[in-house]
């Protein structure tokens, strides 16, 4: 029998994501594209100050109406409707930013990646988003990782049962579990205002965490321990994930469509913040 702790509260899970090992600065996003815009990997950080990044994009260098050069549009198996465009009138800073329009059903995908591909074993995200249209019931996908240690599937970062959750693709285990009691540790992602959203997945053992406005989200942590209605199933097996690229997008698996934009997006070897 699996043990069962108190879900409510999370401070009785183990905090082990708390201790992360020194971030190995040979490790996490790398430019592949030497030819691009420059997006210079930094790796030492400002004493007191703000941290640069390994890499932090606000689009403000894509002057084309279509992602280029950093970001290139990216479909796995097929195409639809789905468009990513940059967008002059919209922006959380500066004056772009990138816009989805997301089709409803699989094909009618977008994913826009990054030219800089994820290495190393520990990744920290920080996005901020923003979308016209409350997350639907159906199963949706936001950020997209190909894990070579799942077969090149990806792991999601989406929603489903209008909260946001993790899926991953290969056996199509979810974080949190999709029980109410589940879907309630999650969060809603508001409409028509700017979020941040950060995350981290660590490769090395397979833990998660996920904050919006720099809160940690309950059901969206995986802490190597199995806790009801969060990462009971998701840990039913060995998750050690190698993720290889960044893609910003919409993808939908049911029933809804929305439009969503991006700005501002950091991916480091440790916690970026808001
Ligand atoms: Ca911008």
């Not at 070579?148 to 579990?177: A, F």
């Amino acid at each position: 029998m699996q043990r069962i702790r108190p879900t409510a509260h999370h401070s009785t899970r183990h905090h082990a994501a708390h201790h992360d090992p020194t971030p190995d600065h040979s490790a996490g996003y790398h430019h592949h594209d030497h030819d691009g815009p420059a997006h210079h990997a930094v790796h030492h950080h400002a004493p007191g100050g703000v941290r640069p990044a390994d890499h932090l994009d606000g689009f403000e260098a894509q002057t084309g109406g279509t992602p280029a050069g950093a970001w290139n549009v990216s479909n796995r198996d097929c195409s639809g409707t789905g468009s990513a465009s940059i967008d002059t009138s919209v922006a959380r800073t500066g004056s772009r930013s990138l816009r989805i329009n997301g089709g409803e059903g699989y094909c009618n995908h977008v994913f826009v990646k990054s030219s800089t591909a994820l290495t190393g074993t520990i990744w920290y995200a920080r996005f901020y988003i923003r979308h016209a249209t409350a997350l639907p019931a159906a199963h949706i996908t936001l950020v997209a990782m190909r894990d070579t240690n799942d077969g090149g599937r990806d792991l999601r970062m989406g929603g489903q049962n209008t909260k946001l959750q993790w899926n991953r693709e290969g056996d199509d285990q979810t974080l949190p579990v999709q029980s109410p009691a589940g879907v309630a540790l999650s969060v809603a992602l508001p409409t028509n205002v700017w979020s941040c959203v950060e995350f981290m997945v660590n490769g090395a053992n397979g833990q998660m965490q996920t904050w919006v406005g720099g809160t940690d989200v309950p059901g969206l942590r995986e802490d190597g321990v199995p806790t009801q209605d969060i990462d009971q199933q998701w840990l039913n097996r060995t998750y050690r994930p190698a993720l290889t690229d960044f893609r910003l997008g919409w993808e939908s698996y049911g029933v809804g469509l929305d439009t969503v934009w991006y700005d501002d997006v950091a991916v480091s070897t440790t916690r970026i913040g808001c």
